[in-house]
Nanobody, 116 residues
């Protein structure tokens, strides 16, 4: 499984961005992580093939993870963005539903999000 992120960029606080994670074969579990300057990677949203989602408290109510109709792309819709949301965002294939880096099987290359 190969994961490719896109959609990062710069936005003002309060704005929105939608990140995409594309793959050739749909993983069973995909989690979006982010890594801010000087911080470790933090899991923010996860979705399984069953459609069940989970979110970190820091993004709950503002971010939405979803799957495209063609089942070749996952999205992370980010609304009401804050400066502390800045960082490199990675999508990852996990062994099971989790927000923890130790459960990652494969990482994407990341996409930069900057909120000012």
């Amino acid at each position: 499984v190969q994961l490719v992120e896109s959609g990062g960029g710069s936005v003002q606080a309060g704005g929105s961005l939608r990140l995409s994670c594309s793959y050739t074969r749909r993983p069973n579990y995909v989690t979006w992580f982010r890594q801010g300057p000087g911080n470790g990677r933090e899991g923010v949203a996860c979705i399984g093939r069953d459609g069940i989602t989970m979110y970190s408290d820091s993004v709950k109510g503002r971010f939405t993870i979803s799957e495209g109709v063609a089942e070749t792309t996952l999205y992370l819709q980010m609304n009401d963005l804050k400066p502390e949301d800045s960082g490199v965002y990675y999508c990852a294939n996990l062994y099971f539903r989790s927000l923890e880096t130790r459960h990652v099987r494969i990482w994407g290359q990341g996409t930069q999000v900057t909120v000012s």
